[in-house]
């Protein structure tokens, strides 16, 4: 049976993150240089959003530069830019046809002024859509997010508007860049590497992780089914026992 015919559509991940690493690894297994890595991701992430857009998953976010990826050397941070750019408005009906709402996380400021504002067009023009919301992590690393976050509430308390006693989880949340999208339950890093790498360090917390070995340029429909279908066999017990998750099912 494929991986696909085994998952339990009443019991898919709300959120499925993805760190998609290996482009420049896979370019050079090819001989190629690094830009053609990125490109064939791009096809990969086309496939994806597709697969998850049909199987009904809400939201998958893709962390598609970090804030690190800004020391690149400049021609391959050029070069990423212009495949968003080009991107974007090539996908613009994939996203329609698909029902997909565009969102995004990250210091978005930091874009080139072009790509920043045709990606802010495009998430404004598929904002009505109802289907599976997709995030672009951009320009995004955790600790610039929990950073800013946390000068926005300092700013609060430091006015008088909060206690120091008001600062909660919810509070923290809701000045992240993900306020209003659930954590993720799934988080998949391709390429073998097994780190976070300042990726979402505080909606990660429960999170069940997955780390396939394949290049991203390499992972396919299936791989995603796979991920799914493992993530499936898992008990997640929040801190709790074995014996009272199974009660509370
Ligand atoms: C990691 O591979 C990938 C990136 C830093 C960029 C990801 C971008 C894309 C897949 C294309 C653009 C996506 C969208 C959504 C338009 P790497 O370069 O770190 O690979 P390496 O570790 O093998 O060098």
Same mark, same amino acid.
């Given at each position: 049976?494929?991986?696909?015919?085994?998952?339990?559509?009443?019991?898919?991940?709300?959120?499925?993150?993805?760190?998609?690493?290996?482009?420049?690894?896979?370019?050079?297994?090819?001989?190629?240089?690094?830009?053609?890595? *990125?490109?064939?991701?791009?096809?990969?992430? *086309?496939?994806?959003?597709?697969?998850?857009?049909?199987?009904?998953?809400?939201?998958?976010?893709?962390?598609?530069?970090?804030?690190?990826?800004?020391?690149?050397?400049?021609?391959?941070?050029?070069?990423?830019?212009?495949?968003?750019?080009?991107?974007?408005?090539?996908?613009?009906?994939?996203?329609?046809?698909?029902?997909?709402?565009? +969102?995004?996380?990250?210091?978005?400021?930091?874009?080139?002024?072009?790509?920043?504002?045709?990606?802010?067009? +495009?998430?404004?023009?598929?904002? *009505?859509?109802?289907?599976?919301?997709?995030?672009?992590?951009?320009?995004?690393?955790?600790?610039?997010?929990?950073? *800013?976050?946390?000068?926005?509430?300092?700013?609060?308390?430091?006015?008088?508007?909060?206690?120091?006693?008001?600062?909660?989880?919810?509070?923290?949340?809701?000045?992240?860049?993900?306020?209003?999208?659930?954590?993720?339950?799934?988080?998949?890093?391709?390429?073998?590497?097994?780190?976070?790498?300042?990726?979402?360090?505080?909606?990660?917390?429960?999170?069940?992780?997955?780390?396939?070995?394949?290049?991203?340029?390499?992972?396919?429909?299936?791989?995603?089914?796979?991920?799914?279908?493992?993530?499936?066999?898992?008990?997640?017990?929040?801190?709790?026992?074995?014996?009272?998750?199974?009660?509370?099912?």
């Amino acid at each position: 049976m494929s991986y696909k015919d085994q998952i339990q559509k009443d019991q898919l991940p709300a959120h499925i993150a993805i760190i998609m690493d290996g482009n420049g690894r896979w370019a050079k297994k090819q001989g190629l240089i690094r830009a053609f890595g *990125h490109k064939k991701g791009v096809q990969t992430v *086309h496939e994806i959003t597709e697969a998850a857009a049909e199987l009904g998953i809400q939201y998958l976010t893709l962390y598609a530069f970090s804030t690190e990826n800004w020391n690149r050397p400049k021609e391959e941070v050029d070069m990423l830019m212009t495949l968003f750019v080009e991107t974007i408005e090539k996908e613009r009906a994939t996203l329609m046809d698909n029902n997909v709402r565009l +969102l995004t996380i990250g210091d978005i400021d930091r874009l080139p002024d072009g790509a920043r504002t045709r990606f802010l067009k +495009l998430i404004e023009d598929t904002s *009505h859509n109802t289907g599976l919301s997709l995030v672009l992590a951009l320009s995004y690393s955790s600790r610039w997010e929990i950073t *800013h976050a946390m000068q926005e509430i300092a700013k609060r308390v430091a006015s008088g508007e909060l206690k120091p006693e008001d600062v909660n989880e919810e509070l923290i949340s809701a000045n992240l860049t993900t306020a209003g999208i659930p954590d993720p339950d799934l988080l998949i890093r391709t390429s073998g590497e097994l780190r976070i790498s300042n990726f979402l360090l505080w909606q990660l917390a429960y999170a069940e992780m997955t780390f396939p070995a394949c290049l991203w340029p390499e992972f396919t429909n299936e791989d995603l089914y796979k991920a799914i279908v493992d993530y499936q066999h898992r008990e997640r017990r929040f801190g709790k026992t074995s014996e009272q998750v199974l009660v509370t099912k």
